[in-house]
Nanobody
């Protein structure tokens, strides 16, 4: 069965860095876009970044552009989110999700989600 498992969250001071990992199994990993989302307490879940199956195409939310980098290692079935220059407003639970393919093309729907990993940035 399809599984996505996030790891790497934790507590960091403002200005610090963390690298999140999303380990995938149960599907042909390199065929799918994978996205990162986050949800802060009392707020709606928001898009952070995504990456194509080959890793050649990436997309970022304006709020993280220039600070976060999404990458993947298809040999390890893992997607990464490198987060630098962290701010207190980056505090949230971070989720990875598989992008749904519709007629073989990426959509903006997500069919499988991980359980999330907490990132807390102190000021």
């Amino acid at each position: 069965q399809v599984q996505l498992v996030e790891s790497g969250g934790g507590l960091v001071q403002a200005g610090g860095s963390l690298r999140l990992s999303c380990a995938a199994s149960g599907f042909t990993f390199s065929s799918f876009f994978v996205a990162w989302f986050r949800q802060a307490p009392g707020k709606e879940r928001e898009f952070v970044a995504d990456i194509s199956g080959s890793g050649s195409t990436t997309r970022y939310a304006d709020s993280v552009k220039g600070r976060f980098t999404v990458s993947r290692d298809n040999a390890k079935n893992t997607v990464y989110l490198q987060m630098n220059a962290l701010k207190p407003e980056d505090t949230a639970v971070y989720y990875c999700a598989r992008v749904t393919l519709i007629r073989g093309q990426r959509s903006f729907e997500y069919d499988y989600w991980g359980q999330g990993t907490q990132v807390t940035v102190s000021s």
